[in-house]
């Protein structure tokens, strides 16, 4: 399935903030504590860097799913 929208950030760029939410989780109380502090900061929506974050987790083997 394709994206019906143009992809706004680089994959350097969403792998940058995925290792922003996965360092500094354990300075918030959640993980989507952090999620929203980096994601107002990079200029993200909340849910986009989630899914991000969810994605590369699947990716590393660290959550069960389908892996890209």
Known sequence: M?????????????????????????????RWAAVTSIAGKIGCTRQTLHDWVKKAEIDSGQRTGVPT
Not at 2 to 30: C, I, Q, W, Y
């Open 2 to 30: 394709t994206s019906k929208t143009t992809n706004k950030f680089s994959p350097e760029f969403r792998d940058r903030a995925v290792r922003m939410v996965l360092d500094h989780a354990g300075e918030h109380p959640s």
